[in-house]
DNA sequence: CCGTTGTTCAACCTCTAAGTTGATTAGATA
DNA sequence: TATCTAATCAACTTAGAGGTTGAACAACGG
């Protein structure tokens, strides 16, 4: 797998499981327990899914008596943001073209395709 | 692999090749063997770069004689971008507390934290 | 000190991603 | 028809993801 911070991050968000200890994080701090418990999955998997996010510095782990609390660090995801923001312009500009040739269908003057 | 839109996309979207292949793609058309000609590696592994993309609804191919063009879908960023957005508030909220931390230690009261 | 709880480590299995090379198809052209 | 080009298909290799189970470690409570 690629090790570059914008791969990791990616590679991380592509599984449902970690999106949802996302999810969850989101509302607050977790252990490894709670964030265990809504799947049909051991602990140790739980756990590596956890690696996972960490390597990607999406979870930030503590260290209280024997738990160790999970937090939801955001920074990887404004790197993603900043990412798509060099496709929005394209998609927004798709939609603007997609917008006009529907205009001109109902002008009823489709058959000018002067597509470039 | 989850088979999951959002996994696929993500996914698809975890390899510098890929995220390359659409960076070109955003700037216009392309065959594949023009986007091959940067990378060092077979053009059967970039055809198959192309069909993860594919797959992920992030580029669609068309047919011209031998050729099969390659165009950017966008459709599947949006998605991303609407999955980021619930995330954002997150990331701008922990942002606020951090300027909040930093002004109080500005302000030489940093002794008090009352977290939660 | 002992047992319990929270978590990780280690070994293993299975499946697939990502690359290779070689053969094959589809269409243009001599 | 023969051949060149564009691209894919097929078979194979290597490495890693994602899950399992069982053992180990660390910290608390009796």
Redesign the interface.
């Known amino acids: 797998?690629?090790t570059?911070p914008?791969?990791?991050t990616?590679?991380a968000?592509?599984?449902?499981t970690r999106?949802a200890i996302?999810?969850r994080l989101?509302e607050g701090e977790a252990t490894v327990n709670e964030l265990a418990e809504p799947f049909a999955m051991s602990l140790q998997a739980v756990s590596k899914h956890l690696k996972v996010l960490e390597r990607a510095g999406l979870v930030i782990r503590g260290r209280a008596a024997q738990w160790r609390p999970c937090t939801?660090e955001?920074?990887p995801?404004?790197e993603?943001?900043d990412?798509?923001g060099?496709?929005?312009q394209?998609?927004e500009g798709?939609f603007t073209r997609l917008d006009e040739e529907l205009l001109r269908i109902q002008n009823g003057t489709e058959g000018e395709q002067s597509h470039e």
């Open positions: 797998m690629a570059d914008l791969s990791l990616f590679a968000l592509a599984d449902p999106r996302l999810a989101a939801l955001s920074a995801l404004e993603v943001s990412w798509l060099r496709y929005r394209q998609w798709r």
